[in-house]
């Protein structure tokens, strides 16, 4: 319950309780100053009564419906017999308002609605008990607009109730929703970047490491010949030399793949010359480039799959294709974009090679985009790597 709620809460037990002490009290100077002869029982039945909301409103057993009903009935057995004691105090059929008000407040409407019939229903039967046809008459109708207003007011506050706690349902479910958008997207950031720490740690063991060791098996060998054939030595030692300057340039290629998520974001055409420009001047290897006019706009996922195929496709071609030229091609038709990466090397890899972490990668990527990633021969020799990603509900 928010602090506003409380003050609405306790407000409503305080006007209750004062509005019987209220009631009660002019009733008690009438009896008294009249010096009726059951003016202590009218006083008794009084302090009950109001002793009786006391506890209710102060202990708020609001709460309670058996003890509600409870209170409900010896409230109207008290009221009852405080007019029948005395039908010139008919003004205590307002304390009948305070019990209906408490009633709608505390029980479903359906109940609350049917406490509100029982008095309405009692206070008719006292009023033509207690005074003639013609009074009860006219005042039953009064009395009558006062329940109407009070059945009224219950049900717009119902209603109000209603609304209030459907919106603070509906806000905690958003609240819910957002935490847990919030916890899969750092989840996914977060496998996404191990991804990619992943792939290049790869790159640099099958690269960078296997030169170094080589490099270092040979200066090891260098390093025992230099007393007896100083010439083979200085052979071995030229060879380490090569393979350290190849490790470099594998080194810079290496920390040049962290700038290319920003490559990525680039349209397609912008982002596979700039990735051949690179490769072409890393490898000294020609790149046929063979791209359609007009490619439509494609999603960041089509966009990104079809990037990472290439640079995947160009990486193999360098580690493992000892090839003379590369193609590099881009299609559509029939609501299918295609990319072709194909060498004239020396074919397919080794098994474990043709299965490694990165086509199987691209495979996950273009399978979660229904598409699919061929690894084949090429004809005329060669290997050929081959993206199909359907783009109908991508093109704009």
């Given amino acids: 319950m928010t602090t506003w709620e409380r003050i609405k809460s306790i407000a409503f037990h305080l006007a209750a309780s004062l509005t019987v002490l209220a009631i009660g009290l002019p009733g008690l100077f009438i009896v008294f100053g009249n010096e009726a002869p059951n003016r202590w029982l009218v006083a008794a039945l009084t302090g009950l009564l109001f002793l009786l909301s006391l506890i209710i409103h102060t202990f708020q057993l609001g709460h309670y419906p058996t003890i509600i009903r409870g209170y409900l009935l010896i409230g109207s057995v008290i009221i009852s017999a405080l007019l029948l004691l005395n ?3 008919n003004f205590y059929i307002i304390l ?3 019990l ?3 009633a709608l407040m505390c029980f479903s409407r359906r109940e609350g609605y049917g406490w509100l019939v029982f008095f309405t229903v009692l206070t008719t039967g006292l009023l033509f008990s207690l005074t003639d046809f013609i009074e009860a008459a006219v005042s039953i109708p009064i009395y009558l607009g006062g329940f109407f207003f009070f059945a009224t007011f ?9 609304a209030r706690l459907e919106s603070q349902r509906l806000l905690e479910e958003l609240q819910a929703a957002h935490r847990q958008l919030q916890e899969y997207a750092a989840q996914a950031e977060h496998l996404a970047v ?10 640099m063991h099958d690269t960078i490491g296997h030169r170094l060791t080589v490099a270092a098996v040979q200066l090891e060998g260098a390093h025992k010949l230099i007393p007896k054939n100083p010439e083979r030595a200085g052979e071995m030692v030229d060879t380490v030399r090569q393979q350290v300057r190849e490790a470099l340039n594998e080194l810079r290629q290496t920390v040049a793949t962290l700038r290319e998520p920003l490559e990525s974001d680039l349209p397609l055409e912008i982002s596979l010359k700039r990735l051949v420009t690179g490769f072409e001047e ?13 490619l439509p706009d494609l ?5 990104l799959a079809l990037y990472r195929t290439a640079q995947e496709a160009l990486t193999n071609v360098q580690k493992h294709a000892d090839a003379r030229q590369v193609w590099l091609q881009v299609s559509q038709l029939a609501g299918t974009i295609t990319l072709r990466v194909s060498d004239n090397g020396a074919g397919l890899p080794a098994p474990e090679a043709a299965t490694g972490f990165g086509l199987r990668g691209l495979r996950e990527r273009a399978a979660q985009l229904g598409g699919e990633l061929l690894l084949e021969e090429r ?4 290997t050929q790597v081959c993206l199909s990603l359907p783009i109908s509900s991508t093109s704009s």
């Fill in 100 to 102: 209906s008000t408490e």
């Fill in 154 to 162: 219950a049900n717009a506050t119902y209603q109000a109730n209603v």
């Fill in 87 to 89: 039908p010139e105090l």
């Fill in 299 to 303: 999603s960041n996922a089509h966009r």
């Fill in 96 to 98: 009948f308002y305070i």
């Fill in 194 to 203: 191990a991804e990619e720490r992943n792939r290049l740690s790869r790159e």
């Fill in 282 to 294: 890393a490898t000294g290897l020609t790149v046929n480039l063979l791209l359609p006019e007009g």
């Fill in 379 to 382: 004809k005329g020799g060669g």
